[in-house]
């Protein structure tokens, strides 16, 4: 009989330890991915910054061309509509720079895709959310490029009808609405961005 006790409690002592092997590897396993899925989503952000530190330059040229733009564009002098154009230039090229940006976050994007693929409970919920917003931002970060590319080639189409003595005030509603889409697109992707960060922190509580 106690041969039998002593072999019950040895058993009992067996389970309880493989109870807690089992508890502390899946607990491992949660932080292990955990922890490599901040990895890959940091490689995001830090793209995302890069981007972002470059619109800014961005903005801040438009916004330069602009102010020559509002104080000359009546002038009827075709010097400062030179300026006006070369300036219009710059930001056509700065938008090509932006695109190559977002096409590097595209490519974190994707990689933090793949990181997410054989996650778990609450670190594969917010990796997937985090991804849907990660992909919200970069699509309407792509359509503020394109719609600040379309308010610039307006603009200089405008600029050549005033030249020739014809304004067109067609395209200055079609530059109008251009901007209002990028200023629309870019809070739609500072939102988005917004809740990004806030998944990715919740996925750091979990390391």
Same mark, same amino acid.
């Given at each position: 009989?106690?041969?039998?006790?002593? @072999?019950?409690?040895? /058993? !009992?002592f067996?389970?309880?330890?493989?109870?807690?092997?089992?508890?502390?590897? #899946?607990?491992?396993? !949660?932080n292990?991915?955990?922890?490599?899925?901040?990895?890959?989503?940091n490689?995001?952000?830090?793209?995302?910054?890069?981007?972002?530190?470059n619109?800014?330059?961005?903005?801040?040229?438009?916004?330069?061309?602009?102010?020559?733009?509002?104080?000359?564009?009546?002038?009827?002098?075709?010097?400062?509509?030179?300026?006006?154009?070369?300036?219009? @230039?710059?930001?056509l090229?700065?938008?090509?720079?932006?695109?190559?940006? /977002?096409?590097?976050?595209?490519?974190?994007?994707?990689?933090?895709?793949?990181?997410? !693929?054989? #996650?778990?409970?609450? !670190?594969?919920?917010?990796?997937?959310?985090?991804?849907?917003?990660?992909r919200?931002?970069?699509?309407?970060?792509?359509?503020?490029?394109?719609?600040?590319?379309?308010?610039?080639?307006?603009?200089?189409?405008?600029? @050549?009808?005033?030249?020739?003595?014809?304004?067109?005030?067609? /395209? #200055?509603?079609s530059? @109008?609405?251009?901007?209002?889409?990028?200023?629309?697109?870019i809070?739609?992707?500072?939102?988005?961005?917004?809740?990004m960060?806030?998944?990715?922190?919740?996925?750091?509580?979990?390391?």
């Amino acid at each position: 009989m106690m041969d039998d006790m002593s @072999n019950y409690s040895k /058993l !009992v002592f067996l389970i309880g330890c493989l109870c807690i092997f089992a508890t502390v590897s #899946l607990a491992g396993c !949660v932080n292990t991915s955990a922890s490599s899925t901040v990895d890959s989503a940091n490689e995001v952000v830090s793209s995302m910054n890069h981007y972002i530190e470059n619109q800014k330059s961005f903005d801040n040229m438009v916004g330069k061309n602009i102010d020559f733009w509002n104080a000359h564009i009546n002038s009827g002098d075709k010097t400062y509509y030179a300026f006006m154009n070369i300036g219009i @230039n710059n930001e056509l090229k700065a938008i090509d720079g932006l695109q190559t940006d /977002l096409e590097d976050a595209d490519n974190k994007i994707i990689d933090f895709s793949g990181q997410t !693929v054989n #996650l778990n409970g609450d !670190v594969k919920t917010y990796a997937d959310q985090s991804l849907i917003k990660m992909r919200l931002w970069q699509s309407n970060m792509e359509e503020y490029c394109n719609s600040m590319s379309a308010y610039a080639q307006d603009r200089q189409s405008y600029l @050549n009808s005033v030249e020739a003595g014809y304004p067109d005030d067609a /395209l #200055l509603a079609s530059m @109008n609405n251009a901007k209002s889409k990028a200023l629309s697109a870019i809070t739609k992707a500072n939102n988005a961005r917004s809740d990004m960060n806030d998944l990715l922190k919740k996925i750091e509580k979990l390391q």
